[in-house]
Structure formats: structure tokens, C-alpha cells
């Protein structure tokens, strides 16, 4: 095992020093609930399992989620990932493509950032590599096919214990859409994502390890953008006859990661010792925590300009300074080290398979160093953090959360403080609060931009300063959750008309409320979840409303099949949304496409026997009912493909 663990490392440490080929992770952005895990809220959308397997995360092993069952539930027939969410996401009218949030949510950041990061949705980062709780193997094998053969998707999730200490994860991802008949012109998209964990328990378990390995490549053919959606339906009959602004263009992201975790846990531990079985025996634990991460970033965007292409010179504008075409090429390597003090102790809740924290403080210090290429130019950038973490739950129905960072070298100032409470009134209602504030840095790509070894800009952005409320009262009775919450942006750093950046001289607010309500009658459903929004300026656009609904049969067909038929419809109000400019990798502004009110109805139908679940799905069924008016579209100039909309899928979980 010595082995395999130095010829592991050895490994990561040769690709990031010599950097004999592009990687890893996506930097230090992401959008979430503000934990250090950004589990989206459907988590909480579980049914009881007829397997349970539990899961947990390196950079904190005392807390344990639940895995995704073999049930049917609202979320199984979405194979795209921006639509599996509470909240979806808006993106290019097909899977896999550049995305970014409808329903506005606060951006969280640590240090340095490229600021590429419109494909996080698709990543599998080495934090948040799950490693299984399990008693016997098991392999989860999804599948799903949209429109033609060459549109497809495949997810496999495989765990197994090697002798009494040794735990072994795999998970493995991929959307392709390589369709020549169901995609507009030069819209394709292969997204994949691969890990490997080992997860390493001593005898006496005091001392507990986690090695990850992940790799994450982005390939995606980009073409600017429909140059007209309102065609109607019936002047022709396949996407493949649209005019689009770009033919050749391609973005290729790479991220390679390779992390250490360890713990050891001082004082006296019992002959069970496990975290699990400490916090049920209400015991005061002490550990240190060490982590070093290898990371290897790659990212690349090209277009080879002809003189054919009329509208080349057009859509690039400024950003065409070699008449050979565009190319933007940036290199991001890391090495980062944290070291934590952690005590804890347990409370015991002896009807739940896991224990819950009493109380939690960890004290910590992060150092990161980066290694910055452009052509062609070299940067190294230093940065320490000071880290600091306390849980407490003073009683059954409480719980409180909450963390801190600041910079005191590199980005100095950079600080981040969010909190997350959460209070049981019985069996009667839940209420949730969450707050944030921080203040960031602009990323690399907001600072300086350069095409063809030619500088595009060179700004001297002042820091943004955000500060996020949120808070929510839910009625598990009456299946009802109301919320409301508040955004507050100064400095905010946009990308204009013309895709170069801005930063706004004015506070920027969003306000925000929230509702979902479902109602049950015998075995009919019908599921109901609005956000309601307003921006106080033009710089940052959101739908004033997204709404999505769901009317579904839920029952057992011929005794053993269980099984829900219904109708999905989601729509956002009309605006001028964002478009996607792909040489920058941003969702800019866009004043000549207003997006009008149009809904986007889906049919589905989902099956279930034992461990094996299907489903079969028709989408934009919209354009039966309204075949003259505009393509449904979420982002501007990227309506969905008004071909055929057909799918299916399927998820096998075998276990031994």
C-alpha cells in the first residue's frame, strides 16, 4: 500500500513540476449554499432507500450525507446537470454547454481565481470526491440518449472495502452530444470527469488518510449564437439548416488534481474508535488535520479565421488582432498546504446511524502557491490564509454553522464570513437563515485579457465587497417553504455589450423571494416552486419571475412497477438576458434579443423494479402548441434545438 501511495504522489508532484500535460481543478469560485461542500439543496428531496449508502468528503469526515436511492424522485429523469437542481441554470440549449444560475446566487471565492469557470457545474473536483459508506461492493451504472446515437451520457459509481482499513471509490461521468441532426451547426460538447479515492483507516483508528486523483476535460465546438431564432418552425425542418455566427471555434478546459488528506486524533480512543461511534458516546475529540494539493489547470480557446466567414470580424470586434484568427491559451498550476487544529464533541442520538456534533472549533492556516501562463507572460503568486470553523448545537432542533477566512499575503484583505442556522420548532416547521459576506479580488481574466499574444486590457479593478441574507421557513405538513433574501454587490464587476469588462461606480441589490408548495389528491401530484427577483440596476439582469411545475401519476402498475407519468413546465418572464461569448468564457450583456415569455413543457415518464430505473422523456413539446412563435430559450441566441426532442435513460445499481 506504501507503494501505491508514493507512486501516487510521485506522480501528481512529476505532472505539476515538469507539467508534461495540461490539468485541474477549478480554481477557488463556486456557487453554492456557502458550505464548503456546495450541495445543492435537492439533496433534501430524499425517500427512504432500499440500500442505504452514506458518503462523506475528505475535508470533513465527521459529517455524513445520504447517497441518491434507488427511489424514484423528482429529479431522476433530468439528466441535464443545469436542471437536476432546486434552481436551474441557464445554458447553451444543449447539455454540457457553458453555463450559469437563473435564480441569482452569491458567488464564493478564496484567493486567487482564473475566472473561467462557466463549466463548474460539470466538474468533479478532488474535494468534493465522495467516499462510500459501505458494508458490501456496489456499482451504480447510469445511461441516458437524447435525440440521436450520438448524443448520449454515462455515469458509473463504484465502492468496495479492501480488507479491514482500505476503502476504494470510483466515479466516473461523461455528456457527449456529437449529434449531426438534433444540434445547431458547430454546437458540440464532450464533458468528462474521472476520480479515484482511497480512503485509509488504521486499526485503532486514530489516525485516518484520503487520497484523490481527479481528472475533468471540457471539449466544446462554440458557434456564437443562432443569428436569428424567430424563424418559424415550419420553413425548415432540421437545426442543422440555422445560420450561426461561428464555424471552427472550440474551448478546451483541463483539471487534474491529486489531494492528501489526513487526520490524527490524540488522547485515548476506544477499541471502536470510529468518528460515527465517538460522537454517540458524547466524548471531547482532538485532531489535527494536514492537506497538500497538487493541481495542474489548462485552458485554451481558438477560431481559425476565413475570409468566408462574414461575420467573424463582426462578432469579435476588437478581440481579432491577427488576421490568422484568435486563440487564448492560460496555464494555472498549484501547490496548496492547510494544517487545522480540530476538537469536537459528540451528542448522542442513538435513533439516527450517524451521530450529530455537539460542537465544533477548528483553527487553521492555508498557504497556496501559483504558477500563472499566458502567452507570453510567466506570474507566481503567494497567498496564506488564516481559517477558522465553529459548529454548535445546543440542542436537538439547533443547529448553527459557521465560518471565516482572511488573506494575509497575496490577495491581503480578501476575507470571507458565512453563517448557517438552522432551528426545528417540532414537527410543526423548520426555518433556515443563511448569511455571507465577503470581499474578493477580481480574477485573472477580469485584470488582464490577452488574444494572440496581444493584450486586450489591463484593468486596475478595485475589490468587490458582497453581503448575502437568506432565510426560509419550511412547513414539512402542509409541503409548503416560503423564503426571501437580499443581495448586496459593491463593486460589481460585469462583462458589457461588447463582452469587455466593467465595474459598476454603484451598490448593485437583488431582491429575492422564494416559494414552493405541492399538493397531493389520491396518487396525483402536482409540484409548484417560484422565485420572484428584482435587480436595482441594468448591470446585473435577472427574470423577474422563474417558475417551474410538475404534474405527475405516482403509483404501481401490475403490482411491481412502480411508476410516474407527467408534465414538466418551467418559463422565466421575458428580458434581455445574457448571451454567451465564448473567446472570453462570460455571460455578457446583451441589449438587441429580448427573450420573451414562452414555456418550456416537457412530458416524462418514469418506471422503477427493485434496483432498476428507467425513464423516457419528450421535450419542448411547446412547439406543437405554438409551432410559429420564438424557440424556448433561456439565454440569448442560444435557443433549444427545435428537433427532435426525444429521450431515455436508465440507472442499475448492482451490489454483492
Same mark, same amino acid.
Given at each position: 500500500?506504501?507503494?501505491?501511495?508514493?507512486?501516487?504522489?510521485?506522480?501528481?508532484?512529476?505532472?505539476?513540476?515538469?507539467? *508534461?500535460?495540461?490539468?485541474?481543478?477549478?480554481?477557488?469560485?463556486?456557487?453554492?449554499?456557502?458550505?464548503?461542500?456546495?450541495?445543492?439543496?435537492?439533496?433534501?428531496?430524499?425517500?427512504?432507500?432500499?440500500?442505504?449508502?452514506?458518503?462523506?468528503?475528505?475535508?470533513?469526515?465527521?459529517r455524513?450525507?445520504?447517497?441518491k436511492?434507488?427511489?424514484?424522485?423528482?429529479?431522476?429523469?433530468?439528466?441535464?446537470?443545469?436542471?437536476?437542481? +432546486?434552481?436551474?441554470?441557464? =445554458?447553451?440549449?444543449?447539455?454540457?454547454?457553458?453555463?450559469?444560475?437563473?435564480?441569482?446566487?452569491?458567488?464564493?471565492?478564496?484567493?486567487?481565481?482564473?475566472?473561467?469557470?462557466q463549466?463548474? %457545474?460539470?466538474?468533479?473536483?478532488?474535494?468534493?470526491?465522495?467516499?462510500?459508506? $459501505?458494508?458490501?461492493?456496489?456499482?451504480?451504472?447510469?445511461?441516458?440518449?437524447?435525440?440521436?446515437?450520438?448524443?448520449?451520457?454515462?455515469?458509473?459509481?463504484?465502492?468496495? =472495502?479492501f480488507?479491514?482499513?482500505?476503502?476504494?471509490?470510483?466515479?466516473?461521468?461523461?455528456?457527449?452530444?456529437?449529434?449531426?441532426?438534433?444540434?445547431?451547426?458547430? *454546437?458540440?460538447?464532450?464533458?468528462?470527469?474521472?476520480?479515484?479515492?482511497?480512503?485509509?483507516?488504521?486499526?485503532?483508528?486514530?489516525?485516518?488518510?484520503?487520497?484523490?486523483?481527479?481528472?475533468?476535460?471540457?471539449?466544446?465546438?462554440?458557434?456564437?449564437?443562432?443569428?436569428?431564432?424567430?424563424?418559424?418552425?415550419?420553413q425548415?425542418?432540421?437545426?442543422?439548416?440555422?445560420?450561426?455566427?461561428?464555424?471552427?471555434?472550440?474551448?478546451?478546459?483541463?483539471?487534474?488534481?491529486?489531494?492528501?488528506?489526513?487526520?490524527?486524533q490524540?488522547?485515548?480512543?476506544?477499541?471502536?474508535?470510529?468518528?460515527?461511534?465517538?460522537?454517540?458516546?458524547?466524548?471531547?475529540?482532538?485532531?489535527?488535520?494536514?492537506?497538500?494539493?497538487?493541481?495542474? =489547470?489548462?485552458?485554451?480557446?481558438?477560431?481559425?479565421?476565413?475570409?468566408?466567414?462574414?461575420?467573424?470580424?463582426?462578432?469579435?470586434?476588437?478581440?481579432?488582432?491577427?488576421?490568422?484568427?484568435?486563440?487564448?491559451?492560460?496555464?494555472?498550476?498549484?501547490?496548496?498546504?492547510?494544517?487545522?487544529?480540530? +476538537?469536537?464533541?459528540?451528542?448522542?442520538?442513538?435513533?439516527?446511524?450517524v451521530?450529530?456534533?455537539?460542537?465544533?472549533?477548528?483553527?487553521?492556516?492555508?498557504?497556496?502557491?501559483?504558477?500563472?501562463?499566458?502567452e507570453?507572460?510567466?506570474?507566481?503568486?503567494?497567498?496564506?490564509f488564516?481559517?477558522?470553523?465553529?459548529?454548535?448545537?445546543?440542542?436537538?432542533?439547533?443547529?448553527? /454553522?459557521?465560518a471565516?477566512?482572511?488573506a494575509?499575503?497575496?490577495?491581503?484583505?480578501?476575507?470571507?464570513?458565512?453563517g448557517?442556522?438552522q432551528?426545528?420548532?417540532?414537527? %410543526?416547521? $423548520?426555518?433556515?437563515?443563511?448569511?455571507?459576506?465577503?470581499?474578493?479580488?477580481? +480574477?485573472?481574466?477580469?485584470?488582464?485579457?490577452?488574444?494572440?499574444? *496581444?493584450a486586450?486590457?489591463?484593468?486596475?479593478?478595485?475589490?468587490?465587497?458582497?453581503?448575502?441574507?437568506?432565510?426560509?421557513?419550511?412547513?414539512?405538513?402542509?409541503?409548503?417553504?416560503?423564503?426571501?433574501?437580499?443581495?448586496? %454587490?459593491?463593486?460589481?464587476?460585469?462583462s458589457?455589450?461588447?463582452?469587455?469588462?466593467?465595474?459598476?461606480?454603484?451598490?448593485?441589490?437583488?431582491?429575492?423571494a422564494?416559494?414552493?408548495?405541492?399538493?397531493?389528491?389520491?396518487?396525483?401530484?402536482?409540484?409548484?416552486?417560484?422565485?420572484?427577483?428584482?435587480?436595482?440596476?441594468? $448591470?446585473?439582469?435577472?427574470?423577474?419571475?422563474?417558475?417551474?411545475?410538475?404534474?405527475?401519476?405516482?403509483? /404501481?402498475?401490475?403490482? $411491481?412497477?412502480?411508476?410516474?407519468?407527467?408534465?414538466?413546465?418551467?418559463?422565466?418572464?421575458?428580458?434581455?438576458?445574457?448571451?454567451?461569448?465564448?473567446?472570453?468564457?462570460?455571460?455578457r450583456?446583451?441589449?438587441?434579443?429580448?427573450?420573451? %415569455?414562452?414555456?418550456?413543457?416537457?412530458?416524462?415518464?418514469?418506471? /422503477?423494479?427493485?434496483?432498476?430505473?428507467?425513464?423516457?422523456?419528450?421535450?419542448?413539446?411547446?412547439?406543437?402548441?405554438?409551432?410559429?412563435? *420564438?424557440?424556448f430559450?433561456?439565454?440569448?441566441?442560444?435557443?433549444?434545438?427545435?428537433?427532435?426532442?426525444?429521450?431515455?435513460?436508465?440507472?442499475?445499481?448492482?451490489?454483492?
Amino acid at each position: 500500500m506504501l507503494k501505491v501511495l508514493l507512486t501516487l504522489l510521485l506522480f501528481g508532484w512529476a505532472q505539476l513540476v515538469f507539467a *508534461q500535460f495540461p490539468g485541474s481543478s477549478i480554481g477557488n469560485s463556486s456557487r453554492g449554499n456557502g458550505s464548503q461542500f456546495p450541495i445543492d439543496s435537492a439533496q433534501r428531496d430524499q425517500e427512504l432507500d432500499t440500500f442505504k449508502v452514506n458518503y462523506r468528503f475528505a475535508a470533513d469526515p465527521f459529517r455524513s450525507f445520504p447517497n441518491k436511492d434507488t427511489a424514484i424522485n423528482r429529479f431522476f429523469h433530468q439528466f441535464d446537470p443545469t436542471r437536476a437542481r +432546486t434552481w436551474d441554470y441557464r =445554458n447553451l440549449g444543449n447539455a454540457g454547454s457553458a453555463a450559469e444560475p437563473i435564480v441569482y446566487e452569491p458567488t464564493f471565492r478564496r484567493g486567487f481565481s482564473v475566472g473561467l469557470n462557466q463549466y463548474n %457545474l460539470y466538474y468533479l473536483p478532488a474535494s468534493q470526491m465522495p467516499f462510500y459508506e $459501505v458494508d458490501k461492493p456496489f456499482l451504480n451504472v447510469a445511461f441516458f440518449q437524447a435525440g440521436e446515437q450520438n448524443n448520449s451520457g454515462v455515469a458509473l459509481q463504484f465502492c468496495r =472495502n479492501f480488507g479491514p482499513g482500505l476503502t476504494v471509490s470510483i466515479d466516473y461521468r461523461r455528456i457527449n452530444l456529437n449529434g449531426e441532426t438534433t444540434l445547431f451547426p458547430d *454546437q458540440r460538447s464532450r464533458d468528462t470527469g474521472f476520480g479515484i479515492g482511497f480512503w485509509f483507516k488504521s486499526k485503532k483508528k486514530r489516525y485516518t488518510s484520503f487520497l484523490t486523483f481527479t481528472n475533468n476535460r471540457i471539449n466544446s465546438f462554440d458557434n456564437g449564437g443562432v443569428i436569428s431564432d424567430t424563424i418559424p418552425a415550419d420553413q425548415f425542418s432540421a437545426s442543422t439548416q440555422a445560420a450561426v455566427y461561428l464555424s471552427g471555434a472550440r474551448t478546451r478546459h483541463q483539471h487534474q488534481e491529486l489531494l492528501y488528506t489526513q487526520y490524527l486524533q490524540f488522547g485515548k480512543v476506544d477499541s471502536l474508535g470510529a468518528v460515527a461511534d465517538t460522537l454517540r458516546k458524547n466524548k471531547q475529540i482532538f485532531q489535527i488535520a494536514h492537506s497538500i494539493s497538487l493541481q495542474n =489547470n489548462f485552458y485554451r480557446y481558438s477560431d481559425s479565421y476565413s475570409s468566408s466567414e462574414s461575420t467573424t470580424p463582426a462578432y469579435y470586434g476588437a478581440f481579432l488582432t491577427d488576421i490568422r484568427g484568435v486563440r487564448n491559451f492560460i496555464q494555472h498550476q498549484k501547490v496548496e498546504n492547510s494544517f487545522r487544529f480540530i +476538537t469536537f464533541r459528540g451528542q448522542s442520538n442513538p435513533d439516527q446511524q450517524v451521530g450529530k456534533e455537539k460542537g465544533r472549533l477548528e483553527l487553521g492556516i492555508t498557504h497556496a502557491l501559483h504558477r500563472i501562463r499566458q502567452e507570453p507572460k510567466d506570474s507566481i503568486l503567494n497567498e496564506l490564509f488564516l481559517t477558522g470553523r465553529l459548529n454548535i448545537t445546543p440542542s436537538q432542533g439547533i443547529q448553527l /454553522r459557521t465560518a471565516a477566512q482572511l488573506a494575509v499575503l497575496g490577495n491581503v484583505g480578501d476575507y470571507q464570513l458565512t453563517g448557517d442556522l438552522q432551528i426545528a420548532l417540532g414537527k %410543526l416547521a $423548520v426555518l433556515h437563515a443563511n448569511a455571507l459576506n465577503q470581499l474578493y479580488s477580481p +480574477t485573472l481574466v477580469q485584470r488582464e485579457f490577452i488574444v494572440s499574444q *496581444q493584450a486586450i486590457w489591463n484593468n486596475n479593478f478595485r475589490k468587490t465587497l458582497e453581503t448575502n441574507f437568506r432565510g426560509s421557513i419550511e412547513l414539512p405538513r402542509f409541503l409548503l417553504e416560503v423564503g426571501a433574501g437580499v443581495t448586496l %454587490l459593491n463593486n460589481f464587476i460585469y462583462s458589457d455589450t461588447s463582452a469587455v469588462f466593467r465595474q459598476s461606480g454603484v451598490p448593485v441589490s437583488v431582491l429575492q423571494a422564494f416559494v414552493r408548495k405541492d399538493f397531493v389528491v389520491w396518487k396525483f401530484h402536482l409540484e409548484n416552486q417560484a422565485a420572484f427577483q428584482s435587480s436595482s440596476q441594468n $448591470v446585473l439582469r435577472v427574470p423577474q419571475i422563474f417558475g417551474k411545475h410538475s404534474f405527475y401519476f405516482s403509483g /404501481r402498475l401490475f403490482k $411491481v412497477l412502480d411508476t410516474w407519468i407527467g408534465v414538466d413546465l418551467r418559463y422565466q418572464t421575458g428580458f434581455y438576458a445574457n448571451t454567451y461569448f465564448p473567446l472570453t468564457g462570460q455571460f455578457r450583456l446583451n441589449d438587441q434579443r429580448a427573450l420573451s %415569455l414562452y414555456p418550456g413543457l416537457d412530458f416524462f415518464a418514469s418506471f /422503477r423494479i427493485t434496483k432498476f430505473r428507467a425513464f423516457i422523456k419528450f421535450e419542448n413539446m411547446g412547439k406543437l402548441f405554438l409551432p410559429k412563435q *420564438q424557440y424556448f430559450a433561456q439565454t440569448a441566441y442560444y435557443p433549444l434545438p427545435p428537433s427532435s426532442g426525444f429521450r431515455f435513460g436508465f440507472q442499475w445499481r448492482f451490489s454483492n
